[in-house]
């Protein structure tokens, strides 16, 4: 299987100075590739990590935010990625916008978000997905399907629909804080433009990689 590219390239004069003001530029390019059918859910990210024995692992999950701070997704801190990650904080972070030819891959240190912000987005989720994150000890062995749905209705019980739903202490932001940004676009003969923003002590240097 193999797919030719035929787009238009990109060059280290049309980009941004800094990777965050290019990043916002293509993904409003996802986003109305999104809304125009080719791809489902632009917000989409590859997370890959590795654990205290150097093991990687990686995974599908939500870019929740991001700015000049870094990148923010939300997950069980005792989670597979979770344990990694307070073992090993760095990771890697792809994007994978197949429909219009294009990746963007980031690679930097992890830290926790504040509790605040935490709170900010927990109370902004549907009530099922609140629910959802006490009911789950994520990553664990389970029993069955019907484990889960039990511990799901008990916390409902306790926690009726429009009622306030705490924050669950082992649930919160992670912020991936780039050390570097490659943006891929596909090309004809497999000829494809890299370009590398790499952060150093004098801010950030761009860079074009060989494909």
């Known amino acids: 299987m193999r797919e030719r590219y035929r787009t238009q390239g990109i060059t280290m004069d049309d980009v941004a100075a800094e990777p965050y003001t290019q990043f916002t530029r293509w993904f409003a390019d996802a986003v109305?590739?999104?809304?125009?059918g080719a791809i489902a859910e632009p917000n989409a990210m590859v997370l890959s990590t590795a654990d205290a024995e150097g093991l990687p692992g990686s995974r599908t999950v939500l870019l929740k935010g991001y700015d000049p701070r870094g990148f923010v997704f939300f997950s069980n801190y005792e989670s597979r990625k979770g344990r990694a990650l307070d073992a090993n904080p760095r990771a890697s972070l792809l994007f994978p916008w197949h429909a219009i030819a294009r990746q963007v891959i980031v690679g930097g240190d992890v830290t926790k978000v504040s509790p605040e912000e935490?709170?900010?987005y927990f109370h902004s989720r549907p009530y099922g997905s609140q629910i959802g994150a006490?009911?789950?000890?994520?990553?664990?062995?389970?029993?069955?399907?019907k484990v889960l749905e039990e511990r799901y209705a008990e916390l409902a019980a306790r926690w009726p629909e429009g009622t306030r739903v705490p924050v669950p202490p082992f649930w919160g932001g992670f912020r991936v804080e780039?050390?570097?940004v490659e943006f891929w676009q596909g090309r004809d003969n497999r000829l494809h433009d890299r370009l590398r923003y790499v952060r150093g002590a004098g801010g950030?240097?761009?860079e074009r990689l060989a494909p």
């Open 178 to 180: 780039a050390v570097s």
């Open 204 to 206: 950030w240097s761009l």
């Open 32 to 36: 109305a590739a999104a809304e125009a």
């Open 118 to 120: 935490t709170a900010a």
């Open 134 to 145: 006490w009911s789950s000890e994520q990553s664990s062995v389970v029993g069955s399907r």
